[in-house]
Nanobody, 112 residues
Framework: QVQLVESGGGLVQAGGSLRLSCAASRAIGVMRWYRQAPGKQRELVTIINSGGGIYYAESVKGRFTFSRDNAKNTVYLQMNNLKPEDTAVYYC?????????WGQGTQVTVSS
């Protein structure tokens, strides 16, 4: 079993920045961030694998940065130049070969 604890959401004006954190109870190779806006399906934002390879959705490329601190079993999502369309609940996700785990979600609201 893996527990994921997220933090760092909040309210910010357009053009501002936020950093989300996701602390895992143990090391996990593949970590992801998803988001879900009201009335929309959950969408993949970014993935980081155990080798450090990172994928970003086109909508956040160049604005969001995914990083990890392996010593702390923590991943971070630095979000810059935020837009109102980035408003969503952001979820941390961890995957092993057997299971998938989700954090509780953290609200990000970007005002125009």
């Amino acid at each position: 079993q893996v527990q994921l604890v997220e933090s760092g959401g909040g309210l910010v004006q357009a053009g501002g920045s936020l950093r989300l954190s996701c602390a895992a109870s143990r090391a996990i190779g593949v970590m992801r961030w998803y988001r879900q806006a009201p009335g929309k399906q959950r969408e993949l934002v970014t993935i980081i694998n155990s080798g450090g390879g990172i994928y970003y959705a086109e909508s956040v490329k160049g604005r969001f940065t995914f990083s990890r601190d392996n010593a702390k079993n923590t991943v971070y999502l630095q979000m810059n130049n935020l837009k109102p369309e980035d408003t969503a609940v952001y979820y941390c996700n961890a995957a092993t070969s057997q299971s998938e785990y989700w954090g509780q979600g953290t609200q990000v609201t970007v005002s125009s």
